[in-house]
């Protein structure tokens, strides 16, 4: 049996008496004191994250715009340096490989034309897919994975944690871009990102720094009540977001629009793109939906988890994807993959209809009985984003 | 905490104690702690019965749900009802915050292979 990697910061969790578990490989903390203590610190107050497993990626050369433009849905054309984008890349039949963010490097990290922050558990499909299709471009794809540390900083309190280490609010980066910037006598790539639906930061930055980093920001403690949060809280704080999770939302066999993520498609996008055909006519509605996510709230105390199935009038007809109690609302939520050829079309048309759809009655089965959930909106909280 | 005299554990992380003439059961300290903040359990119906090793009931954390397993078979005479509404109370004290209790059915045969609770922690620890 193989052991699970650990991160620069694997000590330091340790000594806070962290409970660590296997995620995708590596030895991560699910929890320190508690993940609903730690969920409502990081809506309330602030929290830090340890996710130095997820990828990080460079792409340089003179070809790298054409290159990403060839294998992700969304548009690039006019991602200024600096700026970021939330991305998917698809296969050939437009599932999805990876949901990924790009960062317009150009002038930020010397001689790199973008930054790409990819999922811990896809590096290894991921990469080898972008090598792949770089042939042919003058295009180099840098897997920088091992070499970078990242810490997420996320919440109310964050400004004022990144201000104190030495980045006033007014010189931080805007939601959804970044800068090359000194915390704390530390080089840093600093982006204002995040998987939580607060405002807060993402840090990206060479290993040797991570200790110290990390036990600064902790340090703020008293002043901003910052907490180390575990991946427990980060799943809850995401899911009551909206927010998908590959290999639970998204997956091989799932269109980004399937995903309910059509908001991130552009309308139309000149260049070729892998899978561009599928999505391109679900997003104009040429070509219909397979399936599709749904969330929900469960109106009984009943959880639903991952993998439950779920009915639609006595039909068995999808599964939950992702559930759990929402600590902000007191409520149980989920996401859940609807598919649509076990339905009556009628049935399918409103639910193709996202007005029609909101309020409608679902079953979860949870423990071998039906339980009613309602569709909602997402997200299923207001997010903080500080645009 | 208070650990119930006599209290007897299974690999399972069930404790089963006779107090007062009441064979009562729970789950332990150590099970309790690695589930984390407790959301909600789901006890059985009183006068249902169930043989030794058989779910009998439910408890979930944030993350996951677990099921809970008969120490002992027997009937289900009472049900601890204060956990339906609080369940973090179970975190709290795992002992006092009891399960069921039950109506045994052949506790002798079944305590076989159970560990009194200091040989269960050197167990699970």
């Known amino acids: 049996m193989s052991e699970d990697k650990k991160t620069s910061l694997y000590d330091e969790h340790i000594k806070l008496g962290a409970k660590i578990v296997p995620f995708g490989g590596w030895a991560m903390p699910v929890q320190y004191e508690g993940i609903i203590k730690e969920h409502h610190a990081t809506r309330n107050f602030a929290g830090l994250f340890d996710v130095s497993h997820m990828g990080e990626v460079f792409i340089k050369g003179k070809d790298s715009l054409n290159f990403l433009q060839s294998i992700v849905a969304q548009d690039l054309t006019n991602l200024e340096p600096s700026k970021a984008i939330y991305c998917h890349l698809p296969n050939e039949d437009g599932g999805l490989i990876d949901d990924i963010i790009i960062y317009n490097a150009k002038g930020i990290i010397e001689e790199i034309e973008y930054l790409i922050v990819i999922n811990a558990s896809r590096i290894d499909f991921n990469i080898p897919h972008m090598q792949k ?73 060479e290993h040797k720094y991570a200790s110290k980093l990390w036990n600064e920001i902790l340090s703020y403690k008293e002043e901003f009540s910052v907490v180390p949060v575990g991946l427990g809280a980060r799943d809850t704080l995401r899911l009551e977001a909206g927010l998908p999770l590959y290999g639970h939302e998204l997956n091989e066999n799932t269109t980004p629009i399937e995903s309910s993520l059509g908001f991130f498609i552009p309308k139309e996008k000149e260049q070729n793109y892998i899978g561009k055909k599928l999505i391109q006519g679900q997003k104009t509605k040429e070509l219909p939906l397979r399936r599709k996510l749904f969330a929900f709230i469960m109106e009984d105390r009943m959880i639903a988890r991952a993998e439950y199935p779920v009915y639609i009038n006595d039909i068995e007809c999808g599964v939950v994807t992702s559930g759990a109690p929402s600590p902000t609302l007191g409520k149980n939520i989920g996401f859940c993959m609807i598919e649509f050829d076990k339905l009556e079309s009628s049935l399918v048309s409103k639910l193709n209809n996202i007005q029609e759809s909101l309020g409608m009655t679902i079953q979860i089965m949870v423990r071998n009985k039906l339980y009613n959930a309602k569709i909602v909106k997402k997200p299923f909280i207001e997010k903080k984003y500080n645009k | ?75 289900i005479i009472e049900i601890n009802e204060e956990l339906i509404n609080s369940p973090e109370l179970i975190n709290e004290d795992a002992f006092s915050a009891w399960l069921v209790k039950i109506k045994p059915e052949n506790f002798q045969e079944d305590s076989q292979g159970l560990m009194e609770y200091e040989d269960y922690k050197d167990e699970v620890q």
């Open chain 2, 1 to 75: 905490m208070t650990i119930p005299e006599g209290i007897l554990c299974s690999k399972t992380h069930e404790w089963v104690a006779e107090i007062n003439n009441e064979f009562t059961i729970g789950l332990t300290d150590w099970a309790v702690e690695q589930l984390g903040d407790v959301v909600f359990i789901e006890l059985p119906e009183i006068g249902s019965t169930f043989s030794k090793n058989e779910t009998f009931a439910t408890i979930e954390s944030v993350k996951a749900a677990s099921e809970i397993y008969m120490p002992v078979g027997g009937e």
């Open chain 1, 133 to 205: 299709m770089a042939q042919g471009f003058d295009v180099e794809v840098i897997n920088k994975s091992d070499d970078l540390s990242m810490l997420a900083l996320q919440g109310p309190n964050a400004k004022f944690i990144i201000e104190k280490m030495g980045i006033s609010q007014s010189e931080q980066p805007k939601f959804f871009t970044f800068k090359s910037a000194i915390l704390n006598a530390c080089p840093v790539f600093l982006t204002r990102t995040g998987y939580t639906g607060e405002d807060g930061f993402e840090i990206i930055f």
